[in-house]
């Protein structure tokens, strides 16, 4: 017997849901993500419309259920939302090629020279990021200790200077050595939090992990050339 | 597009409200902190930058190597001074992380090619001391520079051409070298060439070039590079594999920077680099220089070889670049040298100039070439003696390093010695600009600016010598001579608009000029097809017989003319285009005037030719092999028209040399053949009156009325409208074209519209001059009005 889907896109994939649920998830899926649409449409022809288009997208994909379209070997919300995107674009840039030839609307000059993909991935990646810490907060909200994660949430991704760990400690009255237990500890967990953000939009282990190269690609090469 | 539905959804980024983080952090934090969570920290490459505790004797300890400091991170490592203790020295020790790090297949190629890269022994490349693994960190090592590095340098000071010419040799050395071993480095940039502690320019980070297959390429999916200086194949992988030509590319953006201080692809982003990249659109190095030249600090002009180089290392098509690195480094060398470079034909009168810093004695060699070849023409003995003088001058000057500018006047000025002056000279004068221009096409073939340079030399040495007046025929003689392929170009483009006027415009412009001229195959098609389309057109049979008739080669379409008499026989002019080369008898030619003095009308259809000629060529774009040459000796605006006029002004027609042998009273036919006499009489009254009648046509008319009626009421009339002509002729100088276009480009429009002798009447009266001579008249020359037996029948200038 098959093992029942239960992540949150192995659910929009599923064929024996109510419609009206699926179109619920996945409207909220795309409404999560939006910033990742918008960014793909930033680099490109269109780019001056992106924020339209984004809607555009979104209202189609709503009216159109494009989430059955989704094919099972997609495997992620990732690739299917990339897959999705393409075709969109490519259809919007034949109508859009006529549009600049009549306005003069030239492409977008102010990009910093990344592919719609890469930017997609970025925007994904912040998104995936935001509800990761968000999913985080609450547990730690949940126990009482909102304010921890409060204070050492900006050590997440660089180490405290000397002394910052000394001047919180006596602000929130927890010895130093505790609250680089606490950073080590929060540091883990969010990982741990993203990744499972990421698996929750693949079908199975495989597919995040393909993601989460992905992504880490272009997270480790971001900002230099090579 | 859309109307916005969802004003919520618009910065909805998170889909549940419960524990939301800080809504201030921006996209950069939410960047890193995504970096943070999703790169694999628990690697230790990641945690190197950060984690590592420099002050921790153990956390500097690694292997053989102790880290000393950190010296920059980028996207594919972080690199440490560091202390090899068995050598004890300081390297740059570089460790691979960041989206490599995670790949196996990634990291082993890393490592095959670095080690590739450490067989590389150049003294201009930063050398590879090792490459390994230690605690499952790969890194490799090389020399701790402490230079700037080449961007630094550009930034500061550019370096001067020919200090570039130099770096560029030192760079391209160490390139081909690299890739003789097989190594392609693919991210050549200014900022990857360090100065060592001599000042030696070293390329590094060969330690991620990559190494080229057996077919000598490399695929581009998997290689990045960076968008300034990158290649349009690596931008957009298509049809090539990256190969040499690839690194030529950046060679020549380097090159690019060096001598503008700006990287080729332009102002912006990335993505606006890439673009320009792969579109092509590199602003070439002196037009980008001379947009600089407002600002006070521009540098000297860039070198017109060194921009060709780098142009030829930039091109789009890598088959259009140099094959490989050692053809751009040989190209370098020559113009380091002085000598010709193969991107570049050199101009003419440069070529001089080179000839002169390292020839003295076969440039003067030359010079009196030239000078021979002129004198040739117009031999006098004071000629000869004041070229001599100019040689010697020339001689004199040379010692002096005379620049080419000054060389160049030397030459025209022997040019223009040689030029005969005056009216009396006209043919002498014809010839001899016909021998310059000649010179000048064999000497500076393919070259219009140097044809330009030379020519405005000329013109300028003219003017000193008192002659401008031969502009004119110089702008015939270039015309004709230069302007084949502006012909060409109208005639296919009219044939390729294939309507009847249109046609007709290309069947009079391909008609070949000069003694030996061929009719071309898209001629000969136009010909054709107005022949097979227009049956009934008698303009359009018109144009195609006289097309056959006016060529200088034989025609063999007989078909032409003996369609037009036979379908429009009424018209006298008809029955004069028998085909070029047909050698007809003089009984032949008898019969010819015979029919052509029983036409009720004589038309050689001057004024619908000109009219179909001026509306087919009305700004019509002029290519540089003829437009450049022009621009020497009319203003830059004026050469379309010119050319133009000049196109109009030649249309062909009818030869009337045989019927003027054959109609002179004393010749065989006349007494053979009756009824010729009385012909040609008629026939030389209707051309003399006709209105249709260009001035050519009527003054044949004149000669043969006159010769048969000597002494006649028909002899005063037509030494009256011989009169008349001379006087128009006085009085309108279309030949002057060069000093009057407006006029000259008016009287065409008149002509078109009210016929030759119409035209040249009201611009006479334009000129205050009247339509006719007033009783009495003299012209400067009375020798004009006689009767010159031995003037060619189309000697007389309309």
């Known amino acids: 017997m098959a093992v029942f889907p239960t992540t949150r896109w192995s659910l929009i994939q599923a064929s024996d849901r109510h419609e009206g649920d699926v179109a619920a998830a996945w409207g909220a899926l795309v409404r999560d993500y939006r910033p990742a649409i918008v960014g793909f449409f930033r680099r490109g022809a269109l780019a001056r419309e992106a924020e339209d288009l984004a809607q555009e997208f979104l209202l189609r994909s709503m009216r159109d259920g494009w989430w059955s379209r989704a094919d099972p070997e997609i495997g992620s919300f990732r690739r299917f939302l990339l897959v999705l995107l393409k075709r969109f674009l490519a259809m919007q840039n034949d109508a859009g090629h006529r549009r600049f030839e009549v306005t003069g609307v030239d492409v977008d000059e102010g990009s910093d020279g990344q592919s719609p993909e890469r930017l997609f991935d970025l925007e994904f990646a912040i998104c995936l990021t935001r509800s990761a810490l968000d999913e985080l907060r609450g547990d730690y909200a949940g126990n009482g200790r909102g304010e921890m994660f409060d204070a050492l949430q900006p050590w997440l991704s660089e180490a405290p200077a000397h002394g910052e760990l000394a001047a919180l400690g006596t602000r929130l009255a927890v010895p130093p050595n505790t609250l680089a237990v606490q950073l080590k500890r929060l540091r883990a967990r969010f990982q741990k939090a993203v990744r499972a953000a990421l698996a929750d939009l693949s079908i199975d282990a495989e597919h995040a992990a393909a993601d989460l190269d992905a992504l880490r690609i272009v997270l480790g090469s971001e900002g230099v050339t090579r | ?320 670049r140099y094959p490989d690195v050692a053809a751009l480094n040989a190209d ?4 380091r040298d002085g000598n010709d470079v193969s991107a570049r034909k050199p101009r003419w009168r440069e070529r001089v100039a080179r000839g002169l810093r390292r020839h003295p004695a076969v440039a003067l060699a030359s010079a009196a070439a030239l000078a021979a070849l002129l004198l040739g023409l117009a031999a006098t003995s004071w000629q000869w003696q004041r070229a001599e003088r100019a040689l010697a001058e020339a001689d004199r000057q040379k010692a002096l390093a005379t620049a080419e500018a000054s060389r160049m006047q030397q030459l025209a000025g022997l040019m223009a010695a040689a030029f005969p002056a005056g009216e009396s000279a006209r043919d002498e004068r014809a010839n001899s600009a016909r021998n310059a221009v000649a010179w000048l096409k064999q000497n500076a073939a393919s070259d219009p600016a140097a044809e330009r340079a030379v020519l405005m030399s000329f013109r300028q040495a003219l003017g000193k010598a008192g002659k401008s007046d031969v502009v004119a025929a110089l702008v015939g003689e270039i015309v004709d001579q230069l302007g084949e392929e502006y012909r060409e170009q109208q005639v296919e483009r009219l044939a390729s608009k294939g309507d009847r006027d249109s046609l007709v415009a290309a069947a009079l412009i391909g008609i070949p000029r000069g003694e030996d001229g061929v009719s071309s195959p898209e001629h000969e098609a136009v010909l054709r097809r107005l022949f097979d389309r227009f049956p009934d057109d008698p303009l359009a049979l018109y144009v195609v017989a006289l097309a056959c008739h006016a060529q200088p080669r034989p025609c063999p379409h007989g078909e032409y003319y003996a369609r037009l008499v036979e379908r429009f026989p009424d018209n006298a002019v008809h029955w004069l285009l028998v085909p070029s080369g047909s050698k007809p008898t003089d009984l032949d030619i008898a019969a010819q005037v015979m029919h052509a003095a029983d036409a009720k009308a004589y038309d050689d259809r001057l004024a619908p030719m000109t009219g179909l000629l001026r509306a087919a060529l009305r700004d019509q774009r002029v290519p540089d092999s003829i437009g450049l040459p022009m621009q020497a000796v009319v203003e830059e605006a004026d050469v379309a028209p010119s050319l133009r006029r000049n196109a109009v002004e030649s249309v062909a027609l009818a030869r009337y040399r045989d019927v003027i042998r054959v109609c002179k009273p004393e010749s065989a036919a006349m007494q053979s053949v009756a009824g010729l006499r009385e012909a040609c009489g008629r026939f030389g009254e209707h051309g003399m009156r006709s209105p249709q009648s260009s001035i050519l046509s009527s003054m044949i008319g004149v000669v043969l009325v006159r010769r048969l009626h000597k002494g006649e009421p028909l002899d005063a009339e037509a030494k009256e409208y011989r009169r008349r002509y001379v006087w128009l002729g006085e009085h309108v100088r279309p030949d002057d074209s060069g000093n009057e276009p407006a006029h000259a480009d008016r009287l065409q429009q008149d002509i078109a519209r009210y016929g030759e002798w119409e035209a040249y009447a009201r611009e006479a009266e334009r000129a205050g001059a009247s339509r006719t001579p007033p009783p009495g008249w003299v012209p400067k020359n009375p020798q004009t009005l006689l009767m010159t037996e031995e003037r060619a029948p189309e000697a007389p200038h309309h």
């Open chain 2, 1 to 320: 597009m859309t109307t916005n539905h969802e004003p919520d959804s618009r910065h909805g980024a998170t889909g549940s409200n419960a524990g939301t983080v800080d809504a201030t952090l921006s996209s950069p934090e939410l960047l890193d902190i995504a970096r943070a969570g999703l790169l694999d920290t628990s690697s230790p490459e990641a945690m190197l930058w950060d984690e590592i505790d420099l002050d921790d004797p153990d956390d500097r300890r690694f292997g053989d190597y102790e880290l000393l400091e950190r010296i920059g991170r980028g996207g594919m490592g972080v690199v440490f001074r560091a202390r090899q203790a068995s050598l004890g020295r300081e390297v740059a020790l570089k460790f691979i992380v960041g989206g490599l790090a995670g790949n196996p297949r990634m990291v082993a190629r890393f490592l095959e090619e670095a080690r590739a890269a450490a067989r590389l022994h150049h003294p201009h490349i930063v050398p590879v001391f090792e490459v390994g693994s230690v605690e499952g960190l790969h890194f490799f090592t090389m020399p701790l520079l402490r230079g700037q590095t080449l961007a630094q340098r550009i930034a500061a000071a550019r370096p001067s051409a020919a200090e570039s010419v130099g770096l560029m040799l030192e760079l391209g050395a160490a390139v081909e070298y690299a890739h003789s071993l097989g190594l392609l480095h693919l991210d050549l940039k200014p900022a990857n060439v360090l100065f060592d502690e001599h000042a030696q320019p070293m390329i590094g980070d060969f330690g991620l070039a990559r190494h080229m297959d057996e077919h000598g390429g490399v695929d581009a999916q998997e290689v990045s590079g960076t968008p300034a200086y990158m290649a349009p194949e690596q931008i957009e992988p298509g049809p090539h594999r990256l190969d040499g030509r690839t690194d030529v590319y950046a060679l020549g953006a380097i090159l690019y920077e060096l001598l503008t201080g700006a990287a080729p692809h332009g102002q912006g982003g990335a993505h606006t680099q890439m673009r320009q990249a792969t579109s092509g659109g590199i602003v070439a190095p002196r037009a980008f220089a001379t947009a600089l030249d407002a600002k006070p600090n521009g540098h000297a002009a860039i070198d017109a070889d060194l921009e060709a180089i780098c142009l030829k290392c930039l091109r789009l098509d890598p088959h259009d």
């Open chain 2, 332 to 335: 370098l060398a020559r113009h």
